[in-house]
């Protein structure tokens, strides 16, 4: 029996490092698709605009920024770099999902000023080298929808 696994055992590992395409190929299965659990080390352009959910008064001109996330930032969770990038520490995070590229659920935000404590809903996708949201947020009787476009754009 100990023979039989020793022979056996190798075998099952060896296949474990390659896919099958559909064409019949074999390739290495760590080359299939775009990463979804980290974004790029390097220098990254966002692009933010708010506007109304409701269709009122037409959003405002985009903001751009620059941002650097450095090789720390790049090893944590997409979901705490990305809240990070946009300014998002004072909101819980626990009900916020950020898996297999896709962005959804709900950030519970802290009051501040005369604005209460509130709900705001995202939604978005994301890779490796980008992400796209959109955050719907409560502000003074009407819904405001903030929409961001981020890029990595080179090196830091």
Avoid at 42 to 69: F, I, N, Y
Avoid at 114 to 120: C, G, K, L, Q, T
Avoid at 132 to 154: C, F, H, K, L
């Amino acid at each position: 029996m100990r023979y039989l696994t020793c022979l056996v055992l190798p075998l099952l590992l060896a296949a474990c490092g390659t896919a099958q395409s559909p064409t019949g190929t074999t390739s290495d299965a760590t080359a299939a698709g775009p990463t979804y659990d980290r974004l790029e080390q390097g220098q990254w352009q966002l692009s933010s605009t708010l506007g109304t959910v409701q269709g009122g008064a037409p959003g405002q001109s985009p903001q751009t920024s620059k941002q650097c996330v450095d090789k720390l930032a790049a090893l944590k969770p997409v979901r705490e770099t990305v809240l990070a990038m946009i300014d998002k520490d004072s909101c819980a995070v626990d009900r916020a999902r950020f898996a297999n590229g896709l962005i959804g659920g709900n950030l519970r935000c802290k009051g501040m000023d005369d604005i209460p404590e509130h709900d705001e809903a995202i939604s978005g996708s994301y890779r490796g080298d980008r992400f796209s949201m959109v955050i719907d947020m409560p502000v003074y009787g009407t819904m405001t929808r903030q929409t961001i476009e981020a890029r990595r754009i080179g090196d830091c």
